[in-house]
């Protein structure tokens, strides 16, 4: 059973192979189109005229197309590249005059701090000026004072040694002494002194 089944299929198969061999015969043989040398002149017709259509609409719509899109993307790019070598001299022209203002305000700042420790120092003096000229008065006044009070204690120093002298006398000897004579002492013992 299992060989006759198999047997049947090959018969089956072999059938099947020879009717798509009388199709192919009554279609113009067996080979593939492409490869038929009877259908190469058609092919080489159909080839020209394809290529020269895809050609032609090539190099008349395609490619003036992309030409012209290729054309504004350059001149894009180039107006760019002009606006942006523009603004990078603006901004170099901006970084210069920043740099001369922020140069032109140190200069200022150094010449107004200079100015203002000038002033100061001007100031200073005066005030030092002013106290010196009032301590020295002060200072003459403060001598002016001491002079007299010095002045006044050695003449008051004459009267009191006057009396102290005739006081420890009356106490010593129990005596009075002429007040001329006293003076005549202390005159004595202040030439001695000096």
């Not at 299992?2 to 059938?15: C, K, N, P, S």
């Not at 150094?110 to 120092?121: L, M, V, W, Y």
Request: aromatic fraction near 6%.
């Amino acid at each position: 059973m299992f060989v006759t089944q198999a047997i049947a299929e090959e018969a089956a198969h072999a059938a099947a192979d020879a009717a798509h061999g009388a199709a192919d015969a009554a279609h113009g043989g067996g080979a593939f189109p492409p490869f038929d040398s009877s259908t190469f002149a058609s092919q080489l017709f159909w080839l020209v005229l394809s290529f020269g259509f895809l050609y032609w609409f090539m190099s008349r719509v395609i490619v003036p197309r992309i030409g012209s899109i290729l054309e504004t993307r350059q001149d894009r790019i180039a107006q760019d590249l002009d606006k942006a070598h523009e603004l990078k001299a603006e901004a170099d022209a901006a970084i210069a005059a920043y740099e001369q203002e922020l140069a032109e305000a140190k200069a200022s700042a150094n010449e107004i701090g200079t100015k203002a420790r000038d002033a100061a120092k001007a100031a200073a003096e005066a005030e030092r000026q002013k106290v010196e000229k009032k301590l020295a008065k002060k200072l003459e006044e403060a001598e002016a004072r001491i002079t007299a009070v010095r002045d006044k204690a050695m003449s008051d120093v004459g009267t009191i040694a006057g009396e102290t002298t005739e006081a420890i006398v009356k106490q010593l000897i129990g005596g009075t002494v002429a007040k001329g004579d006293i003076a005549k002492a202390l005159e004595a013992a202040k030439g001695q002194g000096e």
